[in-house]
């Protein structure tokens, strides 16, 4: 029998003083969801979802760079010894980054700015590809560059080498502060072996994060932008084998400091769960690490978990992240 598996990802939060001092996920109306009472327990959250899902499929933390599992997960090449760059909207001060996530007022003009700077690398041969927002990863032939600062915490600005840095700078002028900042660069190499408990998965994001993770470990991807649209394929493709779908938008509007869009996006999953998931008999629902709706920041703490069918899981106990999937899957 095929087992869905649903990231809400960063669904975890502070307490809002205007929810009376409640959660997004304890405020939110989810019946179908909440409904799920086979097995109940907690895991070890991580403060980055690449971290806990190569944990949570293979066991352990992951070997590649954010950014070259975000060009696996958008379809890019990445051999012949190529660095992947994520490109990440940000104001640029003179001495900090501070990173930019209600971007729907310029990241259209974002993106043309950065494309049409990129003959500043044009010696790297620059690949690109947008995505989120205005987000992007970036692929040249040319070496990474280390110790970069990453978001979501705003941090001191990096000094960023040779024609790299003067695409980073030429789209700041060009946007009067904006730009789209580089981090978490890297290379590609060997990826660990998933669970042998899992396979025949399609995975299901509008996150190249997430799918590159899975293309890594030999699953099948499928890029959806809407979240509506998520859905309908992934019960489809639950006929025919094991499915993840993640759920990405609900941690987008913790960094947008939005708690009244989360618990609207919490709710919206629910129902679209009962609508197409009515008669699944094994689903799982997990967390990543919890999203402030107050700062914005990620927050690397113990989140629950809850699966419709019964496991050796005692309720409420807490389950390292790199042993939760042989457990949740044990006949």
């Known amino acids: 029998m095929n087992t869905l598996l649903v990231l809400l990802d960063g669904a975890k939060d502070h307490p809002i003083p205007e929810f009376g001092g409640l959660e997004p996920l304890e405020k939110a109306e989810m019946p179908f969801i909440r409904s799920a009472d086979g097995t109940a327990g907690e895991t070890t959250g991580r403060g980055y979802t690449h971290l806990f899902l190569n944990e949570f499929f293979t066991g352990k933390p992951p070997v590649l760079e954010r950014a070259v599992l975000e060009a696996l997960g958008l379809g890019m090449d990445m051999g012949g010894g190529r660095t992947a760059f994520r490109l990440s909207p940000a104001y640029l001060g003179d001495e900090t980054v501070r990173w930019a996530y209600d971007t729907s007022s310029f990241y259209e003009e974002l993106q043309h700015t950065v494309s049409d700077c990129l003959h500043i690398v044009e010696e790297y041969d620059p690949r690109i590809e947008f995505f989120i927002s205005g987000r992007a990863i970036l692929t040249m032939d040319c070496d990474p560059v280390p110790g970069l600062p990453a978001p979501p915490v705003d941090a001191p600005r990096a000094d960023i080498p040779g024609p790299l840095g003067g695409l980073v700078e030429e789209v700041c002028r060009r946007m009067g502060g904006i730009t789209d900042y580089p981090w978490g660069c890297g290379r590609f190499t060997e990826q660990y072996t998933p669970f042998s408990c899992l396979d025949n998965l399609t995975a299901f994001s509008d996150s190249p994060t997430s799918l590159g993770i899975c293309a890594s470990l030999g699953y099948d991807i499928r890029m959806i932008r809407d979240f509506d649209d998520r859905f309908a394929p992934a019960r489809e493709a639950l006929e025919k084998g094991n499915v993840f779908l993640h759920l990405d938008e609900i941690d987008e509007y913790s960094h947008m400091r939005d708690p009244e869009k989360k618990v609207a996006i919490l709710e919206r999953a629910d129902r679209l769960m009962e609508k ?3 008669d699944a008999e094994r689903i799982v629902y997990f967390i990543d690490h919890g999203t402030s709706s107050i700062t914005g920041e990620h927050l690397p703490i113990n989140t629950p978990f809850r699966a419709t069918y019964r496991t050796d899981i005692r309720r ?14 044990s006949p």
């Open 316 to 329: 409420g106990e807490l389950v390292s992240v790199g042993d939760l999937l042989p457990r949740l899957m």
């Open 276 to 278: 197409h998931f009515s």
